[in-house]
């Protein structure tokens, strides 16, 4: 059973910077490409990140662009997202999410779609006060 554990998350001043870890238990990390998605209260979940199978490429939302950075540790079975110069804008519950990789090449917009994503955790929250 996969299960994925999101920590990291809590408080903080905007312009300061916030570390979410993702741990993936029950089956090696490697096996997915990881998202992080979020979701403030009363909208819909969007897009953060995303990193591929082999960790050789990411992707952002514009939004987060230059500010937040993904990262996989396959060795222990988990994914970070940096986030610098938070702003109060960027408060939100932060999902993991993983997918399992497909028979087909992926395109670039799967990664960025919640609907693609097999596997999610709990969630942290995550404010800036402004």
């Known amino acids: 059973q996969v299960q994925l554990v999101e920590s990291g998350g809590g408080l903080v001043q905007a312009g300061g910077s916030l570390r979410v870890s993702c741990a993936v238990s029950?089956?090696?990390?490697?096996?997915?490409?990881m998202g992080w998605f979020r979701q403030a209260p009363g909208k819909e979940r969007d897009f953060v990140a995303a990193?591929?199978?082999?960790?050789?490429?990411?992707y952002y939302a514009d939004s987060v662009k230059g500010r937040f950075t993904i990262s996989r540790d396959n060795a222990i079975n988990t994914v970070y997202l940096q986030m610098n110069s938070l702003k109060p804008e960027d408060t939100a519950v932060y999902y993991c999410?993983?997918?399992?990789?497909?028979?087909?090449?992926?395109?670039?917009?799967?990664?960025?779609?919640?609907?693609?994503?097999?596997?999610w955790g709990q969630g942290t929250q995550v404010t800036v006060s402004s």
């Open positions: 999410a993983a997918r399992d990789r497909p028979m087909y090449p992926v395109a670039e917009w799967e990664y960025r779609h919640r609907g693609k994503y097999d596997y």
């Open positions: 990193i591929t199978w082999s960790g050789m490429y990411t």
């Open positions: 029950g089956r090696t990390i490697s096996s997915f490409a």
